[in-house]
């Protein structure tokens, strides 16, 4: 079965620390992504891959950076986190462009 | 750009009935994907249906069926036979832009 795996389901960091959110995908998908859930607003795209080494923003890329160096890991940096960023973080994989998407199980982030 | 409406933030339907969960897109692709998804309070992300712009039918997964208008805009989740199981958080999503736009959610509550 296709599996997507996100590293912690609960974090707790505080304002300025640098967090990394690692997702794993065993299905050799070439297309990845990151969303952030939030109550009222749904989902919204940060970034997402391609391909190794590739990556486009999303709705809303402030703040945050990504790293793919291998097909199957593509990770969420928060570079300096802020108060703002304390959300839900969903990791997202898909075979092709415009296919279904397979989500991990979240990550809920609190800064503090 | 694409956009999703859910104009239904909570929805409560008896065990065993039919319950229609509205979605209304926006888009200017001539072709396009519609998705519904359903998250449970464990937070993953479960995909349910899909339905094609060019699909001449509507789409059924089981209990579950589209209903596409397409000069309407509108792609409704019809959840037959309601089940306590079945309540969580329902997300319809479109295709564009090489990614999936999703709309803000409907909080389904099945009461026994």
């Known amino acids: 079965d296709v599996k997507v795996t996100q590293s912690s389901r609960y974090l707790v960091k505080r304002t300025g620390e640098k967090v990394f959110l690692e997702c794993v995908q065993d299905?050799?998908?070439?297309?990845m992504f990151w969303y952030r859930q939030d109550p009222g607003l749904g989902l919204r795209l940060i970034y997402f891959?391609?391909?190794?080494?590739?990556?486009e923003k999303g709705d809303i890329p402030e703040g945050y950076s990504v790293s793919r160096e291998k097909k199957e890991r593509f990770s969420l940096i928060l570079e300096s986190a802020s108060t703002n960023q304390t959300s839900m973080y969903l990791c997202?994989?898909?075979?092709?462009?415009?296919?279904?998407?397979?989500f991990g199980s979240g990550t809920q982030l609190s800064v503090l | 750009a694409q956009k999703i409406t859910q104009t239904q933030p909570g929805m409560f339907v008896q065990e065993k009935e039919a319950v229609t969960l509205d979605c209304t897109y926006d888009?200017?692709?001539?072709?396009?994907?519609l998705f519904w998804y359903k998250q449970p309070s464990s937070g993953e992300m479960i995909f349910l249906i899909y339905q094609g712009s060019y699909d001449q039918q509507n789409a059924t997964e089981g209990r579950y069926s589209l209903n596409f208008q397409k000069a309407r805009k509108s792609a409704n989740l019809v959840i037959s036979a309601s089940q306590l199981g079945d309540s969580a958080m329902y997300f319809c999503?479109?295709?564009?832009?090489?990614?999936?736009?999703f709309g803000t959610g409907t909080r389904l509550t099945v009461i026994p």
């Open positions: 891959s391609y391909d190794v080494k590739m990556k």
């Open positions: 999503a479109i295709t564009g832009a090489n990614n999936l736009f």
């Open positions: 299905m050799d998908h070439e297309n």
């Open positions: 888009t200017s692709d001539p072709s396009y994907g």
């Open positions: 997202a994989s898909s075979i092709g462009r415009d296919e279904k998407l397979f």
